[in-house]
């Protein structure tokens, strides 16, 4: 599909990202940003991540048992690596009886250790149990990489990966972040030649940190373009301008993306609402 017969979004939907906190004092904050969140412009659901090889399994449960029990829609990450199937099978009774309906479904990340759990090794088998398991109880996300998961082959075969998870029975997807449109419109464009038509949600990271921002994605595989790169580094030691430009950036992305069609957005807000507000508030909607 040519970009300029793309569609204009006119009921975007908007999600957030958090991660568990490993202290009380983090807890606190977690809910406070997410009643910062909801009083601006209140996201459809919430996703919870689920740390490298079930790291976090139990700390994860608990955050959406919190924000379930406030009535908040939340959508858990669940990953296989480092589950057996009788785990995922206990966690997706607890999800149920909370009353969550939706799941970010993915492999998961190899722990250090490089120990895992190998009854489901990829997230299309995962797909696949939980549709088995628990038939159309769940709306399931899973993850797409318009710039190509770290470790795939080529960007054949990662596109070959992404066809297997819907096949197995996803309902949509969630990019992992970019700041390069055409990355995205070009997935789009083969998920139409693949006939594949289930929403790809982009993923939005915020710009607020130079050093932290190369680190997450030097270790994902997003690419940070060379002008946005050299202009982040000229702010250095310039924070507010940093946090200026990077704002600039993100919200002419986001409009541009609704403007071509997207499905909507999904904000990793790093359990911080103050970036991801300042986004949506400069958004075209």
Known sequence: MNANNRPT?????LSCEFFPPRTEAGVEKLLLTQKKLDQTFQPEYYSVTFGAGGTTRDST???????????????????????SK???????????????????????????????????????????FIRESSGDHFTIEVAAYPEYHPESESPQSDFEHFKNKVAAGADGAITQYFYNIDAYLRFIDNCHKADISI???????????FASLTRFSDACGAEIPRWIRKQLEAYADDK?????????VVSR???????????????????????????WKNLSL
């Not at 929403?199 to 940190?209: A, E, F, K, L, S």
């Not at 992305?253 to 986004?279: K, M, R, S």
């Open 61 to 83: 449960l608990e955050v959406v048992k919190l924000l379930a029990k406030k009535n908040i829609n939340v959508a858990p990450h669940i990953s296989c690596i480092g589950s």
């Open 9 to 13: 979004s006119s009921a975007a939907s």
């Open 240 to 248: 507010e301008s940093l946090q200026a430009f990077g704002l600039d």
């Open 253 to 279: 992305l986001c409009n541009q993306l609704l403007e071509q069609g997207a499905p909507g957005l999904h904000f990793y807000t790093l359990n911080q609402a103050d970036n991801t507000n300042a986004i």
């Open 199 to 209: 929403p790809v949600t982009p993923g939005i990271m915020p710009i607020t940190n």
């Open 86 to 128: 009788q785990q995922i099978t206990d966690l997706l009774d607890q999800y149920k009886v909370l009353g969550v309906s939706r799941l970010v479904t993915l492999r998961g990340d190899i722990p250090e250790t490089g120990e895992s759990t190998r009854e489901l090794s990829h997230a299309n088998e995962l797909v696949s």
